[in-house]
């Protein structure tokens, strides 16, 4: 019944069987594992000869899909980055502020 398509990172399937759309998260050959996320957010991991028995046809990712825990975390670890920079640029601004008042000092 399978239509053999590879899992593959990223990529949105429906399981034509249960009616139900899925992305694969990631594949481990070497343990013959293939990690998907359904719509709800449930993890699972399925083996390849479970993969390939499945009824499968691939898709588009669904309209309004809200991404799952661990990319909002690692979007939250770029944003803490970025404002780490900013603060940065703040302590510099600060420095400055400080040559400035020695400057006014020295002239009285």
Known sequence: MSRDYEPVPGKWYEDLEE??????????????????????????EIDLETWHEMD???????EGWAESEEEE???DEDEDEEDWDEDDEDEDDED?????????????
């Open 19 to 44: 009616e139900e759309s899925f992305r694969v998260l990631k594949v481990d050959e070497d343990a013959e594992l293939v990690e998907i996320e359904h719509l709800d957010g449930e993890i699972e």
């Open 73 to 75: 975390e690692e979007e």
């Open 56 to 62: 499968l046809e691939p898709t588009e990712e669904p």
């Open 96 to 108: 400055d502020w400080d040559e400035d008042e020695e400057d006014e000092r020295d002239e009285y």
